[in-house]
T-cell receptor, first 115, second 117 residues
Framework: ETGVTQTPRHLVMGMTNKKSLKCEQH?????MYWYKQSAKKPLELMFV???????ENNSVPSRFSPECPNSSHLFLHLHTLQPEDSALYLC??????????????FGQGTRLTVV | AQKITQTQPGMFVQEKEAVTLDCTYD???????LFWYKQPSSGEMIFLIY??????QNATEGRYSLNFQKARKSANLVISASQLGDSAMYFC??????????????FGGGTRVLVKP
């Protein structure tokens, strides 16, 4: 069983829908991340939370809204998405957001299709 | 800025043979970490191996070893005795040791490995 769990695994939504992606980690980590993986593009960091406080937003459009209510849970709220937002969304956690020797553990991702 | 380059978009390897996946990086940080991840078709990113920039010995984890050449800024992954289950995408990544807000993992574009029986 992975230490980072993402739900749902697959999501199809219309451009006018509102949905949320959920991520939960059971590793006692202090940092959580959202990544976007599109076809033929490197993994893109979207958001970083350290100790429940957002420390980086890589110029992500406002139609993506993260929420981190506690150190174990991370949400990505979606609204009025575009077809180009279709991608695999990966959640990750790490012990610490600031040091170089801590690996990130990833969930299995949510495969999002916007129609 | 950090950059990771993986020049092999895809490769075939015969079962039980070894394969080397190339990774070069660029950073101005003095201290950093290098990582390799495996992503099977299920989507999950699986951590494989870590190499610190000040580690004197190359990292090894079971059938995985990292050929770290600091002067050349390369961190190639070697998979020995390939198995069919090794077929996946492989990503090289790095993280600097600077306390910058959101000290993030920077990923390369990945290499798809297909192991042939």
């Amino acid at each position: 069983e992975t230490g980072v769990t993402q739900t749902p695994r697959h999501l199809v939504m219309g451009m006018t829908n509102k949905k949320s992606l959920k991520c939960e980690q059971h590793l006692g980590h202090n940092a959580m991340y959202w990544y976007k993986q599109s076809a033929k593009k490197p993994l893109e960091l979207m958001f970083v939370y350290s100790l429940e406080e957002r420390v980086e937003n890589n110029s992500v459009p406002s139609r993506f809204s993260p929420e981190c209510p506690n150190s174990s849970h991370l949400f990505l709220h979606l609204h009025t998405l575009q077809p180009e937002d279709s991608a695999l969304y990966l959640c990750a956690s790490s012990q610490d957001a600031s040091t170089g020797n801590t690996e990130a553990f990833f969930g299995q991702g949510t495969r999002l299709t916007v129609v | 800025a950090q950059k990771i380059t993986q020049t092999q978009p895809g490769m075939f390897v015969q079962e039980k043979e070894a394969v080397t996946l190339d990774c070069t990086y660029d950073t101005s940080d003095q201290s950093y970490g290098l990582f390799w991840y495996k992503q099977p078709s299920s989507g999950e990113m699986i951590f494989l191996i870590y190499q610190g920039s000040y580690d004197e010995q190359n990292a090894t984890e079971g059938r995985y070893s990292l050929n770290f050449q600091k002067a050349r800024k390369s961190a190639n992954l070697v998979i020995s005795a390939s198995q069919l289950g090794d077929s996946a995408m492989y990503f090289c990544a790095m993280r600097g040791d600077r306390f910058a807000a959101g000290n993030k993992l920077t990923f390369g574009g990945g290499t798809r490995v297909l192991v042939k029986p």
